[in-house]
Protein backbone atom coordinates (compact mmCIF):
# COMPACT_ATOMS: atom_id res chain seq x y z
CA UNK A 1 0.00 0.00 0.00
CA UNK A 2 1.38 3.23 -0.65
CA UNK A 3 2.05 6.16 1.53
CA UNK A 4 -0.93 8.08 2.34
CA UNK A 5 0.85 11.39 0.67
CA UNK A 6 1.49 8.93 -2.64
CA UNK A 7 -1.68 8.64 -2.93
CA UNK A 8 -2.83 11.98 -2.25
CA UNK A 9 -0.28 12.92 -5.16
CA UNK A 10 -1.52 10.31 -7.53
CA UNK A 11 -4.72 10.92 -7.42
CA UNK A 12 -4.42 14.52 -8.07
CA UNK A 13 -2.20 13.43 -10.91
CA UNK A 14 -4.52 11.04 -12.50
CA UNK A 15 -7.59 13.62 -12.04
CA UNK A 16 -5.51 16.38 -13.43
CA UNK A 17 -4.36 14.19 -16.49
CA UNK A 18 -8.29 13.51 -16.94
CA UNK A 19 -8.96 17.11 -17.69
CA UNK A 20 -9.75 18.46 -13.88
CA UNK A 21 -8.10 21.44 -12.89
CA UNK A 22 -8.05 20.95 -9.20
CA UNK A 23 -8.57 18.72 -6.77
CA UNK A 24 -8.33 17.92 -3.10
CA UNK A 25 -9.12 15.98 -0.07
CA UNK A 26 -10.79 16.66 2.81
CA UNK A 27 -11.43 14.12 6.20
CA UNK A 28 -15.55 13.34 6.60
CA UNK A 29 -17.01 15.14 9.30
CA UNK A 30 -19.74 16.37 10.39
CA UNK A 31 -20.67 20.65 8.80
CA UNK A 32 -22.14 21.66 12.29
CA UNK A 33 -20.59 25.48 11.57
CA UNK A 34 -23.45 25.26 8.45
CA UNK A 35 -26.31 23.88 10.68
CA UNK A 36 -27.52 27.90 11.76
CA UNK A 37 -26.88 29.39 7.99
CA UNK A 38 -28.45 26.64 6.33
CA UNK A 39 -31.36 26.30 9.18
CA UNK A 40 -32.21 30.13 8.60
CA UNK A 41 -31.59 30.15 4.65
CA UNK A 42 -34.50 27.20 4.82
CA UNK A 43 -36.70 29.45 7.01
CA UNK A 44 -36.35 32.56 5.03
CA UNK A 45 -37.69 30.40 2.18
CA UNK A 46 -35.00 31.41 0.13
CA UNK A 47 -35.27 27.77 -1.53
CA UNK A 48 -37.67 28.86 -3.29
CA UNK A 49 -39.48 25.81 -4.65
CA UNK A 50 -36.85 23.42 -4.15
CA UNK A 51 -38.37 21.75 -1.51
CA UNK A 52 -35.82 18.95 -1.42
CA UNK A 53 -33.70 21.00 -0.32
CA UNK A 54 -35.18 21.16 3.33
CA UNK A 55 -35.34 17.22 3.24
CA UNK A 56 -32.60 15.02 4.70
CA UNK A 57 -30.90 17.76 6.91
CA UNK A 58 -29.11 15.23 8.62
CA UNK A 59 -27.45 13.81 5.87
CA UNK A 60 -26.58 16.83 3.87
CA UNK A 61 -24.43 18.06 7.22
CA UNK A 62 -22.84 14.60 7.61
CA UNK A 63 -22.09 12.46 4.61
CA UNK A 64 -21.07 9.54 7.09
CA UNK A 65 -24.54 8.42 6.73
CA UNK A 66 -24.07 7.85 2.87
CA UNK A 67 -21.59 5.21 2.60
CA UNK A 68 -20.63 3.07 5.55
CA UNK A 69 -17.59 3.71 6.63
CA UNK A 70 -16.72 6.33 4.45
CA UNK A 71 -12.94 8.54 5.36
CA UNK A 72 -12.67 11.12 2.97
CA UNK A 73 -14.36 13.21 0.41
CA UNK A 74 -12.59 13.94 -3.02
CA UNK A 75 -13.54 17.11 -4.45
CA UNK A 76 -13.09 17.56 -8.04
CA UNK A 77 -13.37 20.87 -9.99
CA UNK A 78 -13.13 21.05 -13.72
CA UNK A 79 -13.34 24.00 -15.75
CA UNK A 80 -16.02 25.11 -18.57
CA UNK A 81 -14.51 28.19 -19.88
CA UNK A 82 -13.49 28.69 -23.21
CA UNK A 83 -12.56 31.65 -25.11
CA UNK A 84 -15.24 33.29 -27.65
CA UNK A 85 -13.68 34.14 -30.54
CA UNK A 86 -14.41 31.72 -33.34
CA UNK A 87 -16.16 29.47 -31.00
CA UNK A 88 -19.51 31.42 -30.07
CA UNK A 89 -19.95 34.84 -31.12
CA UNK A 90 -23.25 36.76 -31.45
CA UNK A 91 -26.19 37.05 -29.54
CA UNK A 92 -25.98 33.83 -27.62
CA UNK A 93 -29.16 33.25 -24.65
CA UNK A 94 -28.18 30.78 -22.48
CA UNK A 95 -25.27 30.64 -19.85
CA UNK A 96 -22.02 29.08 -20.65
CA UNK A 97 -21.74 25.84 -18.98
CA UNK A 98 -25.39 24.85 -21.03
CA UNK A 99 -23.69 25.48 -24.18
CA UNK A 100 -21.73 22.48 -24.42
CA UNK A 101 -22.52 18.84 -23.55
CA UNK A 102 -24.43 17.32 -19.97
CA UNK A 103 -22.27 17.86 -17.80
CA UNK A 104 -23.94 15.57 -15.40
CA UNK A 105 -22.90 12.74 -18.00
CA UNK A 106 -19.35 14.14 -19.05
CA UNK A 107 -18.36 14.69 -14.89
CA UNK A 108 -20.20 11.70 -14.04
CA UNK A 109 -18.31 9.22 -16.69
CA UNK A 110 -14.71 10.63 -15.69
CA UNK A 111 -15.32 10.29 -12.16
CA UNK A 112 -16.10 6.71 -12.56
CA UNK A 113 -13.14 5.88 -14.33
CA UNK A 114 -11.08 8.15 -11.27
CA UNK A 115 -12.70 5.79 -8.81
CA UNK A 116 -11.82 2.68 -10.89
CA UNK A 117 -8.44 3.35 -11.31
CA UNK A 118 -8.43 4.85 -7.42
CA UNK A 119 -9.72 1.04 -6.95
CA UNK A 120 -7.57 -1.03 -9.10
CA UNK A 121 -4.41 0.99 -7.94
CA UNK A 122 -4.85 1.52 -3.90
CA UNK A 123 -7.87 -0.68 -3.63
CA UNK A 124 -10.08 -1.91 -2.69
CA UNK A 125 -12.09 0.58 -2.07
CA UNK A 126 -16.42 1.85 -2.18
CA UNK A 127 -17.15 4.78 -3.05
CA UNK A 128 -20.35 7.10 -4.12
CA UNK A 129 -20.18 9.74 -6.78
CA UNK A 130 -22.08 13.11 -6.47
CA UNK A 131 -22.27 15.71 -9.54
CA UNK A 132 -24.68 18.22 -8.73
CA UNK A 133 -26.54 15.39 -6.91
CA UNK A 134 -27.20 14.24 -3.88
CA UNK A 135 -26.96 15.43 -0.42
CA UNK A 136 -23.60 17.00 -0.57
CA UNK A 137 -22.60 20.13 0.05
CA UNK A 138 -20.02 20.68 -2.83
CA UNK A 139 -18.38 24.09 -2.10
CA UNK A 140 -18.06 23.70 1.23
CA UNK A 141 -16.63 20.40 0.86
CA UNK A 142 -14.32 22.06 -1.82
CA UNK A 143 -13.34 24.96 0.37
CA UNK A 144 -12.36 22.09 2.99
CA UNK A 145 -9.94 20.37 0.54
CA UNK A 146 -8.12 24.03 -0.18
CA UNK A 147 -8.94 24.94 -3.31
CA UNK A 148 -10.37 28.06 -2.93
CA UNK A 149 -13.01 30.19 -1.11
CA UNK A 150 -16.61 30.66 -1.09
CA UNK A 151 -17.21 34.12 -2.84
CA UNK A 152 -19.75 36.81 -2.09
CA UNK A 153 -21.71 35.31 -5.35
CA UNK A 154 -22.16 32.26 -3.63
CA UNK A 155 -19.65 30.15 -5.91
CA UNK A 156 -16.23 28.90 -5.43
CA UNK A 157 -13.50 31.02 -6.22
CA UNK A 158 -9.58 29.15 -7.35
CA UNK A 159 -6.92 31.77 -6.72
CA UNK A 160 -5.65 32.72 -10.41
CA UNK A 161 -7.97 30.32 -12.28
CA UNK A 162 -11.46 32.15 -11.10
CA UNK A 163 -14.80 30.88 -10.76
CA UNK A 164 -16.02 29.15 -14.26
CA UNK A 165 -15.63 25.62 -12.47
CA UNK A 166 -18.19 22.53 -12.05
CA UNK A 167 -17.70 20.74 -8.78
CA UNK A 168 -17.55 17.03 -8.23
CA UNK A 169 -17.12 14.55 -5.40
CA UNK A 170 -16.27 11.15 -4.75
CA UNK A 171 -17.35 10.19 -1.15
CA UNK A 172 -14.99 6.81 -0.11
CA UNK A 173 -13.56 5.19 2.49
CA UNK A 174 -9.92 5.50 1.65
CA UNK A 175 -7.80 7.35 3.74
CA UNK A 176 -6.15 10.03 2.03
CA UNK A 177 -4.87 12.03 4.60
CA UNK A 178 -3.60 15.76 3.51
CA UNK A 179 -2.15 18.86 5.18
CA UNK A 180 -4.68 21.11 3.20
CA UNK A 181 -3.80 24.70 4.01
CA UNK A 182 -7.30 26.50 3.41
CA UNK A 183 -7.53 29.33 1.42
CA UNK A 184 -8.32 32.88 2.97
CA UNK A 185 -11.92 34.72 1.34
CA UNK A 186 -9.93 37.16 -0.64
CA UNK A 187 -13.34 39.11 -1.53
CA UNK A 188 -12.50 41.95 0.72
CA UNK A 189 -14.40 44.92 0.00
CA UNK A 190 -15.16 44.13 -3.54
CA UNK A 191 -19.28 43.96 -4.27
CA UNK A 192 -19.38 43.79 -8.00
CA UNK A 193 -21.09 41.03 -8.37
CA UNK A 194 -23.86 41.87 -5.82
CA UNK A 195 -23.92 45.32 -7.53
CA UNK A 196 -24.30 43.52 -10.80
CA UNK A 197 -27.38 41.51 -10.33
CA UNK A 198 -30.15 42.86 -11.97
CA UNK A 199 -32.82 41.58 -9.96
CA UNK A 200 -30.75 41.48 -6.27
CA UNK A 201 -30.51 38.11 -5.87
CA UNK A 202 -27.21 38.66 -3.73
CA UNK A 203 -28.92 41.47 -1.25
CA UNK A 204 -26.84 39.05 1.01
CA UNK A 205 -23.06 38.07 0.49
CA UNK A 206 -23.02 34.75 -0.12
CA UNK A 207 -26.93 34.49 0.83
CA UNK A 208 -28.08 34.02 -2.98
CA UNK A 209 -32.15 33.81 -2.41
CA UNK A 210 -33.21 32.00 -5.48
CA UNK A 211 -36.92 33.15 -5.44
CA UNK A 212 -35.22 36.31 -7.63
CA UNK A 213 -32.33 34.48 -9.31
CA UNK A 214 -32.60 34.72 -12.69
CA UNK A 215 -30.93 31.06 -13.01
CA UNK A 216 -33.02 29.82 -10.75
CA UNK A 217 -36.46 31.10 -12.58
CA UNK A 218 -35.11 30.43 -16.37
CA UNK A 219 -34.02 26.73 -15.22
CA UNK A 220 -35.60 25.30 -12.16
CA UNK A 221 -39.05 27.08 -11.69
CA UNK A 222 -41.91 25.66 -12.90
CA UNK A 223 -43.88 28.25 -11.93
CA UNK A 224 -44.97 31.75 -14.37
CA UNK A 225 -42.00 34.09 -13.52
CA UNK A 226 -43.06 36.74 -11.31
CA UNK A 227 -44.13 40.44 -12.79
CA UNK A 228 -42.18 42.23 -10.48
CA UNK A 229 -38.93 40.50 -12.17
CA UNK A 230 -39.98 40.66 -15.69
CA UNK A 231 -38.21 43.07 -17.83
CA UNK A 232 -34.52 43.07 -15.38
CA UNK A 233 -33.01 41.10 -17.39
CA UNK A 234 -32.62 40.48 -21.83
CA UNK A 235 -29.62 38.61 -22.17
CA UNK A 236 -30.69 35.14 -21.04
CA UNK A 237 -33.80 32.40 -21.57
CA UNK A 238 -31.34 29.62 -19.79
CA UNK A 239 -28.92 30.54 -17.02
CA UNK A 240 -27.11 33.91 -16.06
CA UNK A 241 -23.44 34.41 -16.37
CA UNK A 242 -23.72 38.05 -14.80
CA UNK A 243 -22.32 37.66 -11.45
CA UNK A 244 -18.96 35.72 -12.50
CA UNK A 245 -18.62 38.18 -15.91
CA UNK A 246 -18.41 41.17 -13.27
CA UNK A 247 -16.03 38.90 -10.54
CA UNK A 248 -12.87 40.49 -10.92
CA UNK A 249 -11.43 36.75 -9.93
CA UNK A 250 -12.30 35.91 -13.48
CA UNK A 251 -10.27 38.57 -15.56
CA UNK A 252 -7.90 35.59 -16.65
CA UNK A 253 -9.48 32.60 -15.90
CA UNK A 254 -8.82 28.79 -16.75
CA UNK A 255 -9.63 27.45 -20.12
CA UNK A 256 -11.26 24.28 -19.91
CA UNK A 257 -9.18 21.40 -21.00
CA UNK A 258 -12.32 18.96 -21.29
CA UNK A 259 -13.42 19.30 -24.82
CA UNK A 260 -17.06 18.65 -24.40
CA UNK A 261 -17.72 21.67 -22.71
CA UNK A 262 -17.20 23.53 -25.51
CA UNK A 263 -19.94 24.57 -27.74
CA UNK A 264 -22.27 22.35 -29.17
CA UNK A 265 -25.33 24.69 -29.26
CA UNK A 266 -26.25 28.10 -29.57
CA UNK A 267 -29.41 30.28 -28.82
CA UNK A 268 -29.67 33.58 -30.69
CA UNK A 269 -32.68 35.17 -31.04
CA UNK A 270 -33.99 33.72 -34.06
CA UNK A 271 -33.16 30.25 -32.85
CA UNK A 272 -35.37 31.02 -29.58
CA UNK A 273 -38.34 32.37 -31.98
CA UNK A 274 -38.11 29.04 -33.44
CA UNK A 275 -38.72 26.96 -30.25
CA UNK A 276 -42.35 28.42 -30.43
CA UNK A 277 -42.74 25.91 -33.60
CA UNK A 278 -41.17 22.69 -31.83
CA UNK A 279 -42.84 19.88 -30.81
CA UNK A 280 -41.78 18.15 -27.85
CA UNK A 281 -39.90 15.59 -30.18
CA UNK A 282 -38.34 17.82 -32.21
CA UNK A 283 -36.78 19.87 -29.05
CA UNK A 284 -35.45 16.48 -27.69
CA UNK A 285 -34.07 15.31 -31.23
CA UNK A 286 -31.95 18.76 -31.27
CA UNK A 287 -31.27 19.77 -27.58
CA UNK A 288 -31.77 16.54 -25.91
CA UNK A 289 -27.72 15.92 -25.64
CA UNK A 290 -27.48 19.46 -23.88
CA UNK A 291 -28.40 20.71 -20.59
CA UNK A 292 -30.99 22.97 -22.14
CA UNK A 293 -33.57 19.28 -21.83
CA UNK A 294 -33.49 20.10 -17.87
CA UNK A 295 -36.12 23.69 -18.26
CA UNK A 296 -37.81 21.65 -21.34
CA UNK A 297 -39.41 23.28 -24.40
CA UNK A 298 -42.35 24.98 -22.27
CA UNK A 299 -39.70 26.47 -20.10
CA UNK A 300 -37.76 27.88 -22.65
CA UNK A 301 -40.74 29.41 -24.56
CA UNK A 302 -42.25 31.13 -21.13
CA UNK A 303 -38.62 32.24 -20.46
CA UNK A 304 -38.37 33.96 -24.26
CA UNK A 305 -41.76 35.57 -23.60
CA UNK A 306 -40.40 37.22 -20.30
CA UNK A 307 -37.57 39.07 -22.83
CA UNK A 308 -39.45 39.93 -25.68
Given amino acids: MAENGQIASGIRGKALEMGFSACGFAPVARLSEWESFYDQWITEGKHGSLDYLAKNRALRLNPASL ?30 YARGKDYHK ?34 E ?7 GWIGKHGLLIIPGKGSWFLLCEILTDLEVEEENTLVDDR ?41 SLKGKWDHTIYGCDICQEACPWNAAPEISRMAEFFPVVRMDRKAAESLRSLDSKAFFEKYGGTPLKRAGLSGLVRNYNCIT
Avoid at 141 to 147: D, F, K, S, T, V
Avoid at 187 to 216: H, K, N, Q, V, W
Fill in 67 to 96: LPGAKTVISLAASYYYPTAGNDTGDNLICR
Fill in 106 to 139: VLKSRCKKLLAWIHATYGPVSGRIFVDSGVVLEK
Fill in 141 to 147: WARRAGL
Fill in 187 to 227: CGTCTRCMEACPTGALASAGRLDLRSCIAYLTIESKAEIPE
